[in-house]
T-cell receptor, first 111, second 112 residues
Framework: AAGVIQSPRHLIKEKRETATLKCYPIPRHDTVYWYQQGPGQDPQFLIS???????DKGSIPDRFSAQQFSDYHSELNMSSLELGDSALYFC??????????FGAGTRLSVL | DAKTTQPPSMDCAEGRAANLPCNHS???????VYWYRQIHSQGPQYIIH???NNETNEMASLIITEDRKSSTLILPHATLRDTAVYYC?????????????FGQGTELSVKP
């Protein structure tokens, strides 16, 4: 069965650079969630989209933005990267309010 | 969403049942109990969820106390591949954009 696809799997950036993370949900899933997991931390919710509209927002920095496109894929844009942004970024998808399936994550390293 | 409390770590012998407890004493009537696990650096994986009745699937069983203030996830025959952090999450299921709030989970180590 198709799973949630995230790209890239690994990303290395310098401070103050920008990064774009992509997420392709499971077919027919209409809701996408983004989570950030710092080293030794639990996953923290960033933002979610339902039917291409933002549905909820967590502790997402103003430097970050995200959107869900007409084909339901989502992108997380991160600007002015800081060392503290180094983390695993997970995308999850669900059909409506059903349970969430997670992707393998993108490991972002900011140097 | 209700707060949950789990032991930070547990050990289990391979082949034995692993019983992972979770306290959620402030749970509301419309909140479900969800269990996810995260194998090292992989994406969290859904295991099971329930409202008030006990539930069982191919991965695990979920036992919820009658007052719903606590629950236990049971892995009937733990294997080395079950070594992971297990998260108990309480949330309202039928809410659009229902984010998961991960608290401190239980790090289960299955030993040979």
């Amino acid at each position: 069965a198709a799973g949630v696809i995230q790209s890239p799997r690994h990303l290395i950036k310098e401070k103050r650079e920008t990064a774009t993370l992509k997420c392709y949900p499971i077919p027919r899933h209409d809701t996408v969630y983004w989570y950030q997991q710092g080293p030794g931390q639990d996953p923290q919710f960033l933002i979610s989209f339902y039917e291409k509209m933002q549905s909820d927002k967590g502790s997402i920095p103003d430097r970050f933005s995200a959107q869900q496109f007409s084909d339901y894929h989502s992108e997380l844009n991160m600007s002015s990267l800081e060392l503290g942004d180094s983390a695993l970024y997970f995308c999850a998808s669900s059909f409506s309010s059903g349970f969430q399936y997670f992707g393998a994550g993108t490991r972002l390293s900011v140097l | 969403d209700a707060k949950t409390t789990q032991p930070p770590s547990m050990d289990c012998a391979e082949g034995r049942a692993a019983n992972l407890p979770c306290n959620h004493s402030t749970i509301s009537g419309n909140e479900y109990v969800y269990w996810y696990r995260q194998i090292h650096s992989q994406g969290p994986q859904y295991i099971i969820h329930g409202l008030k009745n006990n539930e069982t699937n191919e991965m695990a069983s979920l036992i919820i106390t009658e007052d719903r203030k606590s629950s236990t996830l049971i892995l009937p025959h733990a294997t080395l591949r079950d070594t992971a952090v297990y998260y108990c999450i309480v949330r309202v299921a039928l809410v659009q954009g229902g984010k998961l709030i991960f608290g401190q989970g239980t790090e289960l180590s299955v030993k040979p």
